[in-house]
């Protein structure tokens, strides 16, 4: 027997072909109607989403990707970017490929196998673990490997959002900002929501992302005044994890926070969500209530504290 060959997979959630409504249709027709993204009774969201969703939701979001997009949609830019930094920093071969759309998981996996890898790394880019994300990378995998007779070893990492690298990244990465453009009244972390139903029946999401700001937070000795976290991209009718990013930015302006800046510690890339509900949409929200500095720390992307702490994430699991 050879020694073990091994490649890592980074997975990233994905993003359309294009910025035009097809596209954008396509993309949410394949991501919407995975159950651990909506879980709603199969039956009726399979007519919800062809009857209320996709014929009126890609016009409009297509508009936004359009208002983001450089060569390519900026998520899979950025993935691209960290995928080549860090197999550099590695001298491993590393890859990607994204849940939803382009680059797909299964065709990258089977070529891995095929080429004789037997130790795959896979690591879902989302820092805390949630059914609705790493647990639908997972199912990937396991529909992957039920159909294939030879099977790799296999470690996926779960999530990061503790891993002292990542604590000090992000730390690292909001004190650079804030040396180079002053502090705000309120430096606000930002989490993706889930809808509030998946926590109470288990996904300790929250809990994460909740521990995980208080951990960034304790980093850069903030005082408990001087920071908060909210949950944006609210999707459909239902509560969803609170307290909400754009009620919250509302609110403040009215009681007198003058400045706020936005960090996003669940998104490693930046994307539509960050680039345009937070940098544009909450901006608007914060500004038109009567705040007056509004800013937007970027995600970690593929800054070199961010490569440094996924190779040493990575690192620790190599064979
Ligand atoms: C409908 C339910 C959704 C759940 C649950 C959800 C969880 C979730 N998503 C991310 C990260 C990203 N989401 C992105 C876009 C996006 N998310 C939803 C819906 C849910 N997300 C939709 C419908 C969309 C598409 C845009 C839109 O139509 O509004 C993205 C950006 C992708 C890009 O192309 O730039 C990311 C990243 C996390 C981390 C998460 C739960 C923890
Ligand atoms: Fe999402
Ligand atoms: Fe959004």
């Given at each position: 027997?050879?020694?073990?060959?091994?490649?890592?997979?980074?997975?990233?959630?994905?993003?359309?072909?294009?910025?035009?409504?097809?596209?954008?249709?396509?993309?949410?027709?394949?991501?919407?109607?995975?159950?651990?993204?909506?879980?709603?009774?199969?039956?009726?969201?399979?007519?919800?989403?062809?009857?209320?969703?996709?014929?009126?939701?890609?016009?409009?979001?297509?508009?936004?990707?359009?208002?983001?997009?450089?060569?390519?949609?900026?998520?899979?830019?950025?993935?691209?970017?960290?995928?080549?930094?860090?197999?550099?920093?590695?001298?491993?071969?590393?890859?990607?490929?994204?849940?939803?759309?382009?680059?797909?998981?299964?065709?990258?996996?089977?070529?891995?196998?095929?080429?004789?890898?037997?130790?795959?790394?896979?690591?879902?880019?989302?820092?805390?673990?949630?059914?609705?994300?790493?647990?639908?990378?997972?199912?990937?995998?396991?529909?992957?490997?039920?159909?294939?007779?030879?099977?790799?070893?296999?470690?996926?990492?779960?999530?990061?959002?503790?891993?002292?690298?990542?604590?000090?990244?992000?730390?690292?990465?909001?004190?650079?900002?804030?040396?180079?453009?002053?502090?705000?009244?309120?430096?606000?972390?930002?989490?993706?929501g889930i809808p509030k139903e998946y926590e109470d029946k288990g996904d300790r999401y929250g809990e994460r992302c909740r521990r995980s700001a208080q951990l960034i937070a304790q980093h850069l000795s903030l005082a408990d005044d001087e920071w908060a976290i909210?949950?944006?991209?609210?999707?459909?009718?239902?509560?969803?994890?609170?307290?909400?990013?754009?009620?919250?930015?509302?609110?403040?302006?009215?009681?007198?926070?003058?400045?706020?800046?936005?960090?996003?510690?669940?998104?490693?890339?930046?994307?539509?969500?960050?680039?345009?509900?937070?940098?544009?949409e909450n901006r608007e929200v914060f500004l038109s209530a009567g705040g007056e500095r509004f800013q937007y720390i970027p995600a970690l992307n593929a800054d070199p504290v961010h490569i440094d702490a996924l190779a040493r994430i990575v690192r620790e699991v190599?064979?």
């Amino acid at each position: 027997m050879t020694a073990p060959k091994t490649a890592i997979v980074l997975i990233n959630l994905g993003t359309p072909d294009a910025p035009t409504p097809r596209a954008v249709r396509a993309y949410l027709k394949e991501f919407l109607s995975d159950p651990r993204v909506v879980e709603a009774p199969r039956w009726l969201w399979f007519w919800v989403l062809r009857l209320f969703v996709l014929p009126f939701r890609p016009r409009r979001v297509a508009r936004l990707y359009a208002s983001v997009w450089n060569q390519d949609s900026p998520i899979r830019e950025i993935t691209e970017q960290q995928t080549r930094a860090l197999g550099e920093r590695l001298g491993v071969p590393v890859h990607y490929a994204m849940r939803y759309g382009r680059p797909a998981m299964r065709p990258l996996l089977d070529k891995l196998a095929d080429e004789g890898h037997d130790q795959l790394v896979i690591l879902p880019l989302y820092p805390q673990y949630s059914g609705s994300t790493t647990g639908a990378v997972a199912d990937v995998i396991a529909e992957w490997m039920h159909g294939r007779r030879e099977l790799p070893g296999l470690t996926l990492i779960r999530d990061y959002w503790e891993h002292p690298a990542w604590v000090d990244a992000m730390a690292t990465s909001i004190r650079t900002f804030r040396e180079q453009h002053g502090d705000a009244d309120k430096l606000v972390f930002s989490f993706h929501g889930i809808p509030k139903e998946y926590e109470d029946k288990g996904d300790r999401y929250g809990e994460r992302c909740r521990r995980s700001a208080q951990l960034i937070a304790q980093h850069l000795s903030l005082a408990d005044d001087e920071w908060a976290i909210t949950f944006q991209s609210r999707f459909g009718p239902k509560e969803w994890l609170q307290p909400y990013t754009d009620k919250s930015l509302e609110a403040w302006a009215g009681q007198g926070v003058r400045s706020v800046q936005l960090v996003c510690p669940g998104f490693s890339a930046d994307c539509l969500e960050t680039l345009e509900e937070i940098d544009a949409e909450n901006r608007e929200v914060f500004l038109s209530a009567g705040g007056e500095r509004f800013q937007y720390i970027p995600a970690l992307n593929a800054d070199p504290v961010h490569i440094d702490a996924l190779a040493r994430i990575v690192r620790e699991v190599l064979p």
